[in-house]
């Protein structure tokens, strides 16, 4: 395996290609979702994302932010080379509901909010509820590994190469 | 920064390595033998420590307490003390004019102001109580996988440091490549290209 902190900067691009993909996959490929995730009603984009555009040597960030915010700029961006770098998403499963950011770089959760949980209110009802949080954990972490272990399927063979990146550049400009 | 905050941050971690004995007993040495030390060492800008997820003041791991089902949940404490720049700078003035006073001299050299300051230092860290940060963990050993419930740089790379001191295990940071690696499901085939990826727009 690559050096650690080399592997972290050389891949830095395929989580934000993650995420592009996965903003993509969210606006017209909600039924792959499901398939990805049985149990999964709902992905949307949250109320923030955030874009980077380094070409031309030069960085330009685009942060689009709010509940249902206007995602045409992003899109634009997009046209112009820029990828996601930070993404917000909406999770719904079962009748559970998650909200949580995902950084591309590090594949960092952050923001994490969790579907409600009984209260504590005596330490009796601590392990319940730790054992209950822990499992609510386990399934937002094994969504995005989920999802990632299927991009990073895609983004080594030839059908990224010939058929995704041009899909989602159309996608991007219509 | 825990596991039962309203707003949870997680950075994720493959253990690398396992334990020879029973899990639970090695873990518990290990967080006894580097728990947190109730007593302040007066001296030290910043100690670490392991600490009782749910009682982080006073640690106590007796009867597998970080146990919880499949997870062992406990909490890395890093009680720092920081002390104001300007409060330095006023006791150091002070001592400088006292140190002029009482050897009649004008000047003094610049290893001299240097010892000066250190005892300044020094002197304040010990009057200034540490500031407690506590940081959670979830590590369930049959899947190799550890939480830290934060995404701060600086306390990452002291759990990384940490815990391989405590349990002689190594933690490995799952960011894209090293997730895309250990737990993406590739064939040998596919980890092979992945180490030739470029980005897409390169690839034009």
Known sequence: MLDISVAYNRYKFLGNEFLTWLWFMIETNQHQLRRYDPDLVSLNIGSRLVLENTRNKAKETIIIKGEDANLEEGLLALKKGAVVTEIHLSYKAGAHHWQFSLKGESLNISKLKLPETGPVETPEDLEGAVIEKTYLIETVIGLVNNLFSHFVKLRVSDEWRNQTVSRIRKWASS | ?204
């Open chain 2, 1 to 204: 920064m825990g596991l039962l905050s309203s707003r949870i941050s997680i950075t994720r971690y493959k253990v690398s390595g396992q334990f020879e004995g029973s899990v639970h007993e090695t873990v518990y040495q290990g967080l006894k033998q580097h728990a947190i030390p109730k007593i302040e060492d007066d001296d030290s800008e910043a100690i670490v420590g392991w600490t009782s997820f749910d009682n982080p003041y006073t640690p106590d791991f007796e009867g597998y307490s970080f146990v919880f089902g499949a997870h062992m949940i406990f909490a890395m404490r890093i009680d720092k003390k920081s002390i104001p720049p300007k409060l330095v700078q006023k006791h150091y003035a002070l001592e400088i004019t006292k140190h002029l006073a009482d050897t009649g001299r004008h000047f003094l050299s610049g290893n001299e102001k240097k010892a000066i300051k250190e005892h300044v230092v020094k002197t304040l860290s010990r009057r200034i109580p540490a500031t407690p940060n506590i940081y959670d963990l979830a590590w369930h050993y049959k899947d190799a996988s550890l939480w830290f419930f934060s995404n701060l740089k600086s306390a990452n790379e002291t759990l990384e440091t940490f815990f391989i001191k405590s349990f002689g295990l190594h933690l490995i940071p799952l960011f894209p490549y090293t997730t895309a690696d250990l737990i993406g499901g590739l064939s040998d085939r596919e980890r092979d290209l992945l180490l030739k990826l470029a980005p897409s727009q390169s690839e034009e």
